[in-house]
């Protein structure tokens, strides 16, 4: 069961560093730079497209929301998706070509937002595994048309639309056989039903959103104040945190379930420890893969994407270290939204968003990509802390009353 699930994270993780490498290699450094703000975009707008709702239905171990209530309201968030990147877009004036392109993406990855909701009902039923092996397949087709698409043309537009339309179908066509062999899908409309799904979801919605967004400012301020040839080597640099994320992402989202169980029987002994031991695998691979980043880390990149980044030594440290005390905070995020405590997410998420959204312009314009690299350093730190303050609260509230 883990391993399938290991392995379509893996290949869902991957994606963009390998696409990355493609774009930079056959169409170069302007575009590669156009495709990393477009796939920062996207991140984002998949926020919207998700809502917070997987985290919510793999807890809901009561299955107090039906699968069609599920579903639907994952239709209208994923057209709300398209609608916000389209608005994002026109605010910003891209030239058509680059406007294009982000949207594209932003397709793409609507693929991620759709079948997600499949995979919840996966999880649900205790079928993580089926999850696993429709995400590897679904991300390999991707991946792979992207490839030859690109190689073929040398066109990143023409490209990015095909896959665009392919990830759609493949989603589906993969994923609504295997979820009719679990429940009966209809497409029922419940008002009522998703009304109060959208209210419970919305404070995981303004979290994922606003966490995301406190990841992509510097991306935006890179965007606004320096070069599209500095946005691509930040995001390469920005590549090798997703790898402490890849494997705490593995080895706890699979446990949610569990976590929500412990949490409501009141078994806390075992549900600290669970906590506990997550977060120490964390800070050990975190360690590991700081430790490789600086001694190989800009000479592996600079030979992989054929860039010189070597005078970024300090920058990439940074962005690692970041991502460890991200891949924490995801962590906590989600512990947090089985506790059913989502709504005290937002006060740490607010706080820290008005916060780096008005640093992160001075230490770009002070420091160019260093700076971009402490601002999100340090948004990672302070909802690290904000966060273990709430749960450690929580918790022994929680001991207190038992």
């Not at 996966?122 to 999850?131: K, L, P, S």
Request: hydrophobic share 55%.
């Amino acid at each position: 069961m883990f391993i399938w699930n290991t392995v379509g994270i893996m290949c869902n993780a991957g994606t963009s560093f390998l696409l990355l490498i493609f774009v930079t290699r056959i169409c170069g450094d302007i575009s590669a730079g156009i495709f990393a703000l477009g796939f920062a975009n996207a991140q984002l707008m998949l926020t919207i497209g998700r809502f917070g709702m997987r985290a919510y239905q793999a807890t809901d171990i009561k299955s107090s929301v039906k699968f069609s209530t599920y579903f639907i309201s994952r239709l209208i968030t994923c057209i709300l998706m398209l609608i916000i990147s389209l608005i994002y877009i026109r605010w910003n004036g891209y030239s058509f070509t680059k406007a294009a392109i982000v949207f594209s993406i932003c397709v793409i990855k609507m693929a991620d937002a759709l079948e997600d909701v499949f995979h919840g009902l996966f999880q649900q039923n205790g079928r993580i595994d089926v999850a696993g092996k429709l995400l590897t397949l679904r991300n390999l087709i991707t991946i792979t048309a992207f490839i030859i698409i690109l190689a073929a043309t040398g066109d990143l537009l023409i490209t990015c639309i095909a896959v665009g339309i392919l990830s759609i179908a493949a989603c589906i066509l993969l994923n609504l056989p295997a979820a009719k062999k679990m429940v009966k899908v209809k497409f029922t409309i419940s008002k009522k039903e998703i009304i109060t799904l959208f209210l419970n979801c919305f404070p995981l919605f303004i979290g994922s959103f606003l966490s995301l967004y406190i990841y992509n400012v510097p991306k935006y301020m890179i965007d606004r104040y320096l070069t599209e040839d500095i946005q691509a080597f930040y995001s390469i640099l920005f590549m090798p945190a997703f790898v402490i994320n890849l494997f705490s992402e593995f080895v706890f989202k699979p446990l949610l379930t569990d976590i929500a169980i412990k949490w409501e029987r009141n078994q806390m002994k075992n549900f600290v420890n669970y906590i506990f031991r997550l977060l120490t695998g964390i800070i050990f691979i975190t360690v590991i893969v700081v430790g490789a980043g600086y001694f190989l880390g800009n000479e592996v990149l600079s030979l992989i994407y054929g860039v010189d980044l070597m005078k970024y030594r300090t920058e990439l440290v940074l962005l690692l270290c970041g991502g460890g005390f991200g891949a924490c905070v995801y962590l906590l995020f989600h512990v947090l939204t089985a506790m059913r405590q989502q709504s005290y997410l937002l006060a740490g998420y607010v706080f820290t968003a008005l916060l780096i959204t008005f640093l992160c312009p001075v230490f770009v314009q002070n420091y160019n990509m260093l700076g971009a690299a402490i601002a999100c350093f340090l948004s990672s730190i302070l909802l690290f802390i904000i966060f273990t303050i709430r749960l450690s609260v929580s918790v022994i509230r929680k001991l207190r009353t038992a």
